[in-house]
Each structure stands twice: as structure tokens, then as C-alpha cells.
């Protein structure tokens, strides 16, 4: 069974930075697109970043130039690098992967990042 646990969410000053992990566990089974979602309060998820084994990236415009993600295959865990943080990026944040066998597709159980003065 393929679990996702995620980490680094907490509250955040505006222009403050904030480093999120998200580490699958177990064994048979490869791993494909790796990617972050949010959702703010009384809103809809909506896609931040995704990365695809080829390395591939791509970005909400609302955090171009502000979020990074990156993977360590070896590890198989994916980082979202969070830098100048807006009080609009408050929001729980969810992993989410994509694996060669069922279900298909994984979602971590989310992490709270609230951007506030």
C-alpha cells in the first residue's frame, strides 16, 4: 500500500518562506508525476506545481517566479520550496503522486499554511 506524508506546513509571516516535503512509502511500484495542490478556505483545489519523472515543471501563474518544486527519485519524495509568501497563498496544501499500479493516483492528508501577520 502506497502512503503519502507530508510536512512542513505552519504559519508564515508575508515575504517569509516555507519548505513543504511529501515522502511515499512502500515498495513495487514506480512513480510518475509528482505534484502539489492547495486549497484555500471556501475555494475549490487548484493545482500549484507538478514535475514529471522526466523533470518536466509547470506552475499555477499565481506562484511563477515564487514556488519551486523539485524530487528525489532515489527518495521518492517531492518538495514544494515556498518563497514570498501572500496571505492569499493561506490554504491546506496536498501531495499528490501518480504510481504504476492502483489506485493510480495517491493524495497525501494535507498540511496547513497560513501566510499572516
Known amino acids: 500500500q502506497v502512503q503519502l506524508v507530508e510536512s512542513g506546513g505552519g504559519l508564515v509571516q508575508p515575504g517569509g518562506s516555507l519548505r513543504l516535503s511529501c515522502a511515499a512509502s512502500g515498495s513495487g511500484f514506480s512513480i510518475y508525476t509528482m505534484a502539489w495542490y492547495r486549497q484555500p478556505p471556501g475555494n475549490e483545489r487548484e493545482l500549484v506545481a507538478a514535475s514529471t519523472r522526466t523533470g518536466s515543471t509547470t506552475y499555477a501563474d499565481s506562484v511563477k517566479g515564487r514556488f519551486t518544486i523539485s524530487r528525489d527519485n532515489a527518495k521518492k519524495t517531492v518538495y514544494l520550496q515556498m518563497n514570498s509568501l501572500k496571505p492569499e497563498d493561506t490554504a491546506v496544501y496536498y501531495c499528490?503522486?501518480?504510481?504504476?499500479?492502483?489506485?493510480?493516483?495517491?493524495w497525501g492528508q494535507g498540511t496547513q499554511v497560513t501566510v499572516s501577520s
Open positions: 499528490n503522486v501518480a504510481i504504476s499500479m492502483r489506485p493510480w493516483n495517491v
